[in-house]
């Protein structure tokens, strides 16, 4: 294994893989292996790149930090030369959060400083200028991400925010530097390292990532949203450890299900466009609270309107989120949903279900976590950072786990087609 990745929650995974196994032009990508939590048993010799996802984004900073150590040691054990730290292109945190404390510690098992961070993933619409976070046209603090449930952004600066989060001294590398190609940046990284442990560097456009991918070829550590890794492949290909070119082709025939817990925008205009001509069920957060609404019901549901592309969902607007999160506790509200969604997920593949769409980082972490499904494989891409996935053994299941502001607005039935035979 050549390239290693940790991903704090299971979408971002999906999301970096494909980006990985998509590579660019004229190269390609890599052999990519999704792997659902840190592995026990070695890698398969054929795999090029492997991630590794966890579902670490919102637990305790140290309970992050142990397993992404633990993720960092079983990848150099594969042989890995280079290690991505993989978080939301949203910079998904709190002033307390996880990414700063992870970064920082990994950073100091490598014994590297320098050390590249770069949540911009241009193609989703996210950039990064003068060291603040943009979502389209809008600051983060002003895209929605501000009232997200569980990881609200209210400061675009990520220079600060890491501020809040990590000991560790933060710089920038602004795009007037960035504009000048690798040569530049390689350097500019080069003066860092006597300074700074993390460095933000800004990306407005996929040639800039292109540039910086360039510019770190010999790093051991980088950090930051899926766009970071497009320009890695290259330069294994280029030193012929790689051949690129994968052919990635893969899915399944059979019943079908889609799981939306996600409330971002996306998600919501998502299933608002799938309702007009699918069978659809609304999540009751009150009757489930209530132990009146049950995986059971869900699946019931499913399975009478097998082949309609049926879709259960909890998302909101975040003015019914708060209501909900004020009346039963913020992290009782989560864990009980995502236990609904991972049993359901869980007797809907024991009933038959082979092509499963999900929806939202935290539902997708608790369904594959039920699912126990081993090492993933990487199929073509959906939309934009959402690639199919294929797991092995003798019952294999397609799937497409999806960030909640990823994808088109008709995802749902896209992903479907998507997840069947080809």
Not at 299 to 318: D, H
């Amino acid at each position: 294994m050549l390239l290693g990745v940790i991903a704090d929650d299971f979408t971002g995974a999906s999301d970096i893989a494909n980006t990985i196994a998509k590579g660019t032009l004229p190269y390609g990508g890599l052999r990519t292996a999704q792997f659902l939590g840190v592995p026990t048993l070695r890698a398969p010799t054929d795999i090029e790149a492997g991630v590794v996802s966890l579902k670490s984004r919102t637990i305790p900073a140290k309970q992050a930090v142990e397993q992404s150590l633990a993720a960092l040691q079983w990848l150099l054990e594969q042989g890995c030369r280079q290690i991505v730290f993989k978080y939301c292109s949203t910079f998904d945190s709190t002033k307390d959060g996880n990414i700063g404390p992870v970064g920082e510690a990994l950073a100091a098992a490598l014994n590297v400083r320098g050390v590249v961070v770069c949540p911009a993933f241009p193609g989703a619409g996210r950039t990064i200028y003068m060291g603040h976070l943009f979502v389209q046209d809008r600051l983060l603090s002003e895209s929605g991400m501000q009232t997200h449930p569980l990881t609200p952004m209210t400061d675009p600066d990520i220079r600060r925010w890491l501020g809040y989060q990590t000991t560790a001294s933060v710089g920038l590398i602004a795009h007037q530097t960035v504009s000048r190609g690798a040569a530049a940046i390689r350097k500019a990284l080069e003066i860092a390292r006597a300074e700074h442990t993390m460095m933000i560097v800004d990306a407005i456009s996929d040639a800039d990532l292109a540039a910086i991918g360039e510019a770190v070829a010999d790093h051991k550590l980088i950090t930051g949203g899926s766009g970071i890794a497009s320009g890695l492949p290259a330069n294994f290909i280029r030193q012929g450890l790689a051949a690129g070119n994968v052919e990635r082709s893969l899915g399944i025939d059979g019943p079908e299900a889609i799981l939306a817990g996600s409330c971002s925008g996306a998600t919501r205009g998502q299933v608002d466009v799938h309702k007009s001509r699918h069978p659809t069920l609304p999540i009751d957060i009150d009757r489930v609270m209530k132990g009146e609404m049950l995986p059971d019901d869900l699946v019931a549901f499913i399975q009478a309107n097998r082949g309609n592309a049926p879709l259960v969902y909890s998302s909101a607007t975040p003015a019914d989120v708060q209501r909900m999160q004020a009346k039963y506790g913020r992290e009782t509200v989560a864990e009980k949903l995502e236990h609904l969604f991972a049993e359901t997920a869980r007797k809907l593949v024991d009933a038959g279900v082979t092509r499963l769409v999900v929806a939202g980082g935290e539902t997708s972490g608790a369904v594959v976590s039920a699912l126990n499904l081993g090492p993933l494989k990487i199929g073509s891409e959906i939309d934009p950072g959402v690639p199919v996935l294929l797991s092995g053994g003798e019952k294999p299941i397609a799937l497409a786990l999806k960030s909640g502001n990823f994808g088109a607005p008709d995802f749902f039935t896209k992903a479907l087609e998507r997840l069947a035979a080809r």
